[in-house]
């Protein structure tokens, strides 16, 4: 399905104070992840390479052995395998990630409009 209304898709909620919603297709997946102030992705890595964009608020992002606090408009990519890190700080936050390849252990978890690849 080309068009996707992300209100349509039940959210998972991966840490306390984060929900996200995760359309995919083939090779890639979006996740629209939603953020409580002072919630926090802890450090972690993965296979997938993974691309993103603060659509709202403020995050203090480390990848790797850099940190910086993004705002709105920022954007961020992480190679596979590096370990990575984000905290809402100062109110709520808003980041749409892209993976690629589809990460397996989201696609489990949701999928409302693409039928998974067998």
Known sequence: ?????IDDIEPISPVPGCRMRTPFGQNLMLSY??????AEVPLHSHPHEQGGMLLRGRVELTIGDET????????????PHVPHR???VGGPAVVLDVFSPVREDYAKLTN???PPVE
């Open 1 to 5: 399905m080309p068009f996707i209304n």
């Open 33 to 38: 992840l939603e953020m409580d102030d002072g």
């Open 68 to 79: 910086r606090m993004c705002e709105a408009g920022s954007m961020f990519m992480i190679p």
């Open 86 to 88: 984000a905290v809402a």
């Open 112 to 114: 409302t409009y693409i």
